[in-house]
């Protein structure tokens, strides 16, 4: 139904919909994950965790465990080095004050959240491992406890951190302007609320799991992650050893999310195999697990003052408080709330700006990275404001949007991001136009039935990578094979994404191979081997892989055609490599294949010659990509369920390189986005901070049966700084579905709800105090 | 990995009991979607099991000789669906099942095991309830038949006697209860796939020949309190007299009267009666329909 897409300039072996690399692998179950390469003779490590929310560990019986047949080793929190250690997949900073706190053991005396890790039963078998861990008798000196961000920052409330009082981790303000001036100007109406977003989990499919073993005396580990390069330094941090110790192997992983942007068990599991004489151990997280004690959503409270002036539609100031969850340890802090508050006045610049940000400890489990680092919180958040800013002047809000948001040309002073394009203008003008807005706007919002129709908009702001907060590199190395094929490297990992038909595609551009088939991506990182790269996180992998291929292409481009120089007597600028043979630019003649030039190099008994290349890219730039959603719902007033029967997603990510895997990344973002929007919650009990429905049947993930079909389109603008014209996509499609979604049931009731999940306690709730919902039969009960 | 001290493998129903006499400490197993997710948990770590699966003579519908529908009780939930004599007389219940789980579960789960289990929120127990099933146990004394009302004791807890060596082998509709019945059956999940209950409502009706009056109706709910239970004075408002929406509103709220939900974080007890209503009076109306009558 959507015109075809264009070709990135005239370049042909990006910008096609090829078939993924791993596709075939994957689909017949071949493809290896970590489990896949489990050494049989690996003991199985089965973590106890704490049960309580908040307190210390006073002993440990392990008396009864020990005497589990089949039990190997007990290990407890009395027993770890004591080297506090921080697990953020950021880069590592040379300054100091730029480093992630480090304010976890590997296990746990002073406990923190309900399922903190205190002790370890190491066993042959799984069973012995699990009646080991159950057989563990843990006493406690129990504290009070707080899961409430406000609450946790009010004096006297319980302490997380002794180096953080008031439990904040950090606050940091963004100032433009002069708000209390601005908001003096006569008739400006004030739109003020509370919105919140909920505690929610990556849920990728392959829980997280690693094992370690030792090998000459160091220490091998094989992680489901997103960041091996990164692991390998957590790993030698938190045991106290020197990194060139560590090797880090990252196999294919069953999805990640941002929840294995964070050294997960890896550095437990690397100290658990130095105990037992570097034989392999295993850490497999249930899914219990991996919902309490890996990583979660941040939960973040906001609140927003926006003053308008009617007879504009302008927005003249801006007041926008941050209160963000963080959980019982630091993890990724602050860098989640700092990117919504300073991405506020970037999404709808505003002459007058007030920004205030705490991130805040709280006895629940440790929040991270998971995609969209903050901004489907933000986005939440700001674009429900900005819809009640519409609808309080009467304004359509498409049009509201038009106004405020982001001009072309838009520049942030920070990162130097500029905006190139109208892009958020053409992106609303094409959903609009796809979707028939307009006239929707109109029609819907005015049933008086059980079943009321709405349509919804809700646009985000975001970038790509994380220049210039913190390092941005990429590294890779070609080989010519003898076939005339090139094997290719990086540091960026295929976590799910299809990063690495991306790489196939652009390093056969960037070279002047046949196909994309032509590139063998080695998938697999190993630390010991594989050219240093951070990882998978901030929608960087196409757009920064992109300068380094580039770089290593036209280096290795360099090299055969020096070396073909010898044999065809031609100058290397005279030469070109197009569909995998050498050619004369002038004439297009044919000289010789890849094949033949890489077998005359390496056969050669006078000049032999292996040819790679091999480099490093250091990016100091970021891009801008925004994007939008459009959402219809339909109400059932009396059920209390809103189902979204629409959903059209509008990207910029630049140019695509292969337009299928892009609408792929878009569906799966959406279908985060639902979920975020209609169902998602982690629950924890008032009373004793416990996790009530960490498992797949209590935790509403959506299921497509909650979907309808997932649409998509693009506006497809060369981003100039990238060598590819390419930007982000990974993280950009899961901000923008659940406002959408809130905007779209206040357009179809009337009704304006501020915290997600809109589920049906949330409407049974909300439409009975709007009046919507009225059981008279209560009444009687109450005389 | 399970931890299980011992798996028996049942060759018949007699051999079942023999087992089930000789070990009773042991679990029955079937289809395993519960047994072995408790084991899982710990809940039942450690212990012995009992597999029935193997017992064909225990799968299947049948109309039997007193013209009773008969389901044995290891049928799966998929094939209860795709079974002609259920779709054909009591297709409701058909329909109900197969808003168990996912396709997986629904292709190993049993309604025996979905019996057994005792709890409230079985995706069949409600239709059986509203259809006045009868329960069929198998043990060293004989087969004994129970309405399946009588077989729920309290949460968790059915009457099998594990001391004469009981199974349930099958359940039972019987001719009076099917014939000239229609009925509808509504599940309230928080999404639509990979649910349990909120609440379920599972209504039926035969209506007089000229389809003017409600002949007879019945309503049961599960989740509606600690057992699937049936609602009398909801039924007394129906039953005799001749479908309008004043009456369906008066039945809906009649319902209120027999229902005890509860609080609990998964829903609340004012949320689950407003739901109740609108279900019973949805399945209430749906089921006329499917019966041929008309809303006056």
Redesign the interface.
Request: net charge negative; hydrophobic share 40%.
């Given at each position: 139904m959507f015109p075809e897409r264009g070709k990135a300039g005239n370049m042909n072996k990006v910008g096609r919909s090829e078939v993924r690399v791993d596709a075939y692998d994957k689909a017949t179950g071949r493809t290896k994950y970590y489990e896949d390469r489990m050494p049989a003779n690996a003991l199985y490590v089965r973590i106890k965790h704490s049960t309580i929310a908040h307190g210390y560990v006073t002993s440990i019986d392990k008396s009864k465990a020990e005497a589990i047949p089949g039990v190997v080793k007990v290990l407890t929190c009395f027993d770890v080095p004591d080297l506090p250690f921080a697990t953020a997949g950021h880069p590592w900073s040379l300054d100091p004050s730029h480093q992630d706190t480090q304010d976890r053991l590997l296990l746990n005396r002073h406990v923190r959240y309900w399922g903190d890790d205190v002790a370890v039963v190491i066993a042959e078998?799984?069973?012995a491992a699990?009646?080991g861990v159950?057989a563990l008798k843990v006493e406690y000196e129990e504290l009070p406890f707080v899961l409430d961000v406000q609450k946790a920052m009010e004096d006297g409330a319980p302490q997380l951190h002794d180096a953080f009082p008031n439990n904040i981790l950090k606050h940091t303000t963004n100032i433009k302007g002069n708000y209390a001036e601005a908001i003096k100007e006569e008739g400006l109406v004030k739109v003020e609320g509370w919105y919140e977003t909920p505690t929610v989990q990556h849920c990728h499919i392959e829980n997280h799991g690693c094992y370690a073993y030792m090998e000459n005396g160091r220490i091998v580990v094989v992680a489901s992650t997103q960041i091996p390069h990164i692991i390998r330094r957590v790993v030698g941090q938190a045991l106290g050893r020197p990194w060139g110790d560590i090797e880090i192997i990252k196999p294919y992983i069953g999805g990640g999310f941002g929840n294995k942007q964070d050294a997960l068990y890896e550095p437990l599991c690397a100290w658990c195999t130095t105990q037992v004489g570097g034989r392999p151990v295993r850490i497999d997280c249930s899914r219990e697990e991996t919902f309490v004690s890996n990583r979660v959503r941040h939960n973040i409270r906001y609140h927003i003052v926006t003053w308008v002036r009617k007879s504009d539609g302008k927005i003249a100031a801006r007041k926008v408080d941050v209160y963000s969850n963080q959980g019982a340890y630091a993890s990724h802090g602050h860098s989640i709330a700092a990117k919504g508050l300073n991405a506020f006045p970037q999404h709808y610049p505003v002459p007058a700006y007030e920004g205030n940000a705490w991130t805040v400890y709280t006895n629940r489990p440790a929040a991270g990275a998971m995609r969209g680092y903050g901004m489907p919180q933000a986005s939440f958040a700001d674009d429900a404001n900005i819809e009640d800013c519409a609808i309080a002047i009467g304004m359509d809000p498409m049009e509201f949007r038009n106004i405020n948001i982001m001009p072309k040309g838009f520049t942030d002073a920070f990162s130097g991001n500029t905006n190139y394009y109208d892009t958020y203008r053409e992106c609303m003008a094409r959903g609009a136009e796809l979707i028939d807005y307009e006239r929707k706007r109109k029609e819907y919002g005015h049933d008086t039935g059980n079943i009321r129709r709405g349509i919804g908009l809700g646009t985000f702001w975001y970038n790509t990578a994380v220049y210039p907060i913190s390092l941005e590199t990429s590294s890779n190395r070609m080989q010519l094979n003898l076939d005339g094929t090139v094997t290719m490297q990086c540091g960026e990992t295929e976590i799910g994404q299809g990063a690495d038909t991306a790489y196939a595609q652009m390093t056969a551009e960037a070279i002047g191979l046949k196909s994309y088939r032509d590139v063998h991506v080695i998938s697999c990182q190993d630390t010991d081997i594989t050219p240093t790269g951070t990882g998978a996180y901030a929608s960087r992998q196409t757009y920064v892989a992109g300068f380094s291929i580039r770089q290593t292409a036209d280096l290795l481009k360099e090299k055969i055609l020096k070396y073909a120089q010898d044999v065809t007597r031609q100058s290397p600028y005279c030469m070109d490599i197009v569909d995998g043979n050498i050619i004369r630019k002038e004439d297009q003649k044919v000289l010789m294949s890849l094949k033949e030039l890489a077998m005359t190099a390496q056969y050669n008994t006078v000049h032999s010659e292996h040819i790679t290349a091999e480099s490093t890219y250091t990016i100091r730039n970021n891009a801008y990509s925004f994007g939008c959603t459009f959402v219809e719902v339909e109400v059932d007033i009396?059920?209390?369920k809103a189902q979204v029967t629409r959903i059209l997603n509008v990207h910029d990510c630049g140019k695509l390189i292969n337009p299928a895997l892009a609408e792929a990344q878009v569906h799966g973002g959406q279908s985060m986005g639902i979920g975020f929007g209609l169902?998602e919650q982690l629950?924890f009990?008032e009373k004793t901070g416990k996790p009530?429905?960490n498992n797949?049947?209590?935790y509403?993930l959506?299921?497509?049966?909650?979907h309808p079909r997932l649409e998509c389109d693009f506006i497809e603008n060369p981003e100039p700084t990238s060598p590819f014209g390419t930007k982000s996509l990974g993280e950009p499609p899961t901000c923008s579905p659940a406002v959408a979604i809130r905007n779209a049931i206040l357009h179809a009731t009337g009704v304006a709800i501020n915290h997600i999940p809109i589920?049906?306690?949330v409407l049974?709730a909300e439409l009975t105090k709007a009046g919507l919902?009225h059981?008279s039969?209560?009444d009687e009960e109450g005389k | 990995m399970y931890d299980m001290k011992a798996l028996y493998e049942a060759e018949s129903v007699e051999h079942a009991i023999q087992l089930r006499l000789e070990h009773p400490e042991a679990q029955i197993i079937a289809g395993g979607s519960d047994v072995l997710v408790q084991m899982r948990e710990g809940k039942r770590a450690g212990k012995e099991l009992i597999s029935i699966y193997m017992i064909d003579a225990m799968r299947g519908v049948s109309i039997d000789e007193e013209e009773n529908i008969r389901i044995g009780s290891l049928t799966s939930f998929s094939h209860i669906t795709h079974d002609p004599i259920i779709q054909k007389y009591i297709n409701v219940l058909g329909e109900a099942v197969d808003q168990v789980g996912s396709p997986q579960i629904r292709n190993i789960g049993t309604i025996g095991g979905n019996t057994c289990n005792g709890v409230t929120s079985a995706d069949s127990a409600s239709t059986l309830h509203a259809w006045e099933a009868i329960v069929e146990l198998t043990g060293k004394n004989g087969v004994r038949r129970l309405p399946i009302k009588d077989f729920y004791i309290k949460a968790g807890t059915v009457d099998i006697r594990v001391d004469e060596g009981e199974i349930q082998t099958a359940i039972l509709i019987p001719k009076s209860s099917y014939e000239n019945t229609f009925g509808h059956y509504i599940k309230y999940g928080m999404r639509n796939a990979m649910e349990i209950a909120s609440l379920g409502c599972s209504v039926n009706v035969r209506l007089s020949e000229d389809k003017q009056t409600i002949d007879r109706c019945r309503i049961a709910y599960g989740v509606a309190g600690p057992v699937p239970m049936r609602c009398p004075s909801a039924e007394a408002v129906a039953n005799g007299v001749m479908p309008t929406e004043a009456m369906i509103e008066e039945f809906s709220l009649a319902a209120l009267k027999d229902i005890n939900p509860r609080d609990s974080w998964r829903a609340s007890k004012a949320f689950r009666q407003h739901i109740a209503v609108e279900m019973a009076k949805r399945a209430l109306v749906e089921s006329i329909h499917r019966a041929g009558g008309e809303i006056k």
């Open positions: 078998n799984e069973v699990n009646q159950r009396a059920m209390c169902s629950i009990d009530l429905n797949l049947l209590d509403k959506s299921t497509f049966m909650d589920n049906p306690h049974f919902i059981d039969w209560r | -």
